[in-house]
């Protein structure tokens, strides 16, 4: 099975700086991959499918990109309420795995 | 509005069954493919099954295969988890997840989770 790896696993930066977190599958995904948000105490939420695509409704700082193994999420001004752990999850094949999570705290 | 609504968790000891449920409202069921995802509590996220529009697909990750099924009635607009032969490593909330593929095909990326349902396996 394809292992999804994330960098880092945690990470505390300030309001108003520019967060790339990555993501690294062990084989080539295409682009079949999606990116979500888990704030505190809440449900998952996508940000990101298509390796690139901006779901609806999510905030025009978060941006995607990549494919095949090496994908980046990136968060163009940090605002508060990113406070979050991210996943990066590849739907190419099943088992439609996740990685292991990025947390992301203010500094 | 769209919500996914799963109940049927709770304590079991190991070795015995649970059957997990969601009902699914807001959108046009049979549309789309569903899955099943959980999380141990501060962990991170396992998908664990899905299962296409009809039910003809269905997909699980490694470590269940075997002991759980997954299933969906259309005309209920529901999907269910059977967990059979339980162990301590399945506690964990198990979210209901939409497809977001269109076509009723798994696609799985998922666009609307549940709130989830706790499932604490113990003796």
């Known amino acids: 099975d394809i292992q999804m790896t994330q960098s880092p696993s945690s990470l505390s930066a300030s309001v108003g700086d520019r967060v790339t977190i990555t993501c690294r599958a062990s084989q080539g995904i295409n682009n079949y991959l999606a990116w979500y948000q888990q704030k505190p105490g809440k449900v998952p939420k996508v940000l990101i499918y298509?390796?690139?695509t901006l779901q609806s409704g999510a905030p025009s700082r978060f941006s995607g990109s990549g494919s095949e193994t090496d994908f980046t999420l990136t968060i163009s001004s940090l605002q508060p309420e990113d406070v979050a752990i991210y996943y990066c999850q590849k739907y190419n094949i099943a088992p439609y795995s996740f990685g292991q999570g990025t947390k992301l705290e203010i500094k | 509005e769209v919500q996914l609504v799963e109940s049927g968790g709770g304590l079991v000891q190991p070795g015995r069954s649970l059957r997990l449920s969601c009902a699914a409202s807001g959108f046009t069921f049979d549309d789309y493919a569903m899955h099943w995802v959980r999380q141990v509590p501060g962990k991170g996220l396992e998908w664990v099954s899905g299962i296409n529009w009809n039910g003809g697909v269905a997909y699980y990750v490694d470590s269940v295969k075997g002991r759980f099924t997954i299933s969906r009635d259309n005309a209920k607009d529901s999907l269910d988890l059977q967990m059979n032969s339980l162990r301590n490593e399945d506690t964990a909330l198990y979210y209901c997840?939409?497809?977001?593929?269109?076509?009723?095909?798994?696609?799985?990326?998922?666009?609307?989770w549940g709130q989830g349902t706790m499932v604490t396996v113990s003796s």
């Open positions: 298509a390796a690139s």
């Open positions: 997840v939409k497809d977001s593929g269109r076509f009723g095909e798994i696609l799985g990326a998922f666009d609307i």
